[in-house]
């Protein structure tokens, strides 16, 4: 089993749409998670951390269930430019990232 | 935040050469990270580098084919060596600038091997 599992997509929604993603993750003793994103050739970048009340940032939403060892992420009144690749991202340990495979997502208009 | 520069961003090697890629950070940070990114995949960590002693390697991934440098604490070097084609992919340097678990990467260096 993987350490981490996001459904790999592709995603193709149309622009205004809402879209959620979900991911799972093995290793119970994690204590942090954060969803980056990733556009096509370029590094990934932090697009929020995921706490364990639940947090918003402007249109998007994350969620933390430590019980089902799941975390997920929606986006409201999508836009083009929300076009990427989301990583699920599990933190183990003192300093060490794992990565999902990622969820592409293309927002059509 | 931190602003890493990774070079070189690409480049097309022969099967049994080694190649040297660079990351330069504008500020002091105590871990650097590389990781790999194979084509359609997510990223995997391959070691991590500390200033002044040896870097920690992932399982898979083994000193001598990827010998780490970090001569000190704004820049580290990554070789990969006698490359075969399934070295093909994207190597990124990262680091952890504010304690935070938000890493900030370089553009990465993306590797063809023939």
């Known amino acids: 089993r993987k350490e981490v599992e996001q459904d790999p997509g592709p995603f193709n929604v149309p622009e205004g749409a809402t879209v959620a993603f979900n991911c799972t993750y093995s290793?119970?003793?994690?204590?942090?998670f954060f969803w980056y994103r990733q556009d096509c050739r370029k590094e990934p970048k932090l697009l929020m951390s995921?706490?364990?009340s639940g947090n918003e940032d402007g249109r998007f939403t994350a969620q933390l269930n430590r019980a089902s060892q799941y975390i997920s992420l929606l986006i409201r009144d999508s836009k083009l430019s929300d076009s990427a690749t989301y990583l699920c991202?599990?933190?183990?340990?003192?300093?060490?990232?794992?990565f999902g495979q990622g969820t592409r997502l293309t927002i059509n208009p | 935040s931190a602003v890493i520069s990774q070079k070189p961003s690409r480049d097309i090697c022969q099967r049994g050469t080694s190649l040297t890629i660079q990351c330069q950070v504008d500020s002091q940070v105590t871990m650097m990270f590389w990781y790999r990114q194979q084509p359609g995949q997510s990223l995997t960590l391959i070691a991590t580098a500390n200033q002044g002693s040896e870097a920690t390697y992932e399982s898979g991934f083994v000193i001598d084919k990827f010998p780490i440098s970090r001569p000190n604490l704004t820049f580290s070097t990554l070789t990969v060596s006698n490359m075969s084609p399934e070295d093909s992919s994207i190597y990124l340097c990262?680091?952890?600038?504010?304690?935070?678990?938000?890493?900030?990467f370089g553009e990465g260096s993306r590797l063809t091997v023939l």
């Open positions: 990262s680091v952890d600038a504010g304690n935070t678990g938000e890493l900030f």
């Open positions: 991202v599990v933190k183990q340990g003192a300093q060490k990232l794992v």
């Open positions: 290793n119970s003793a994690s204590q942090s």
């Open positions: 995921v706490y364990s």
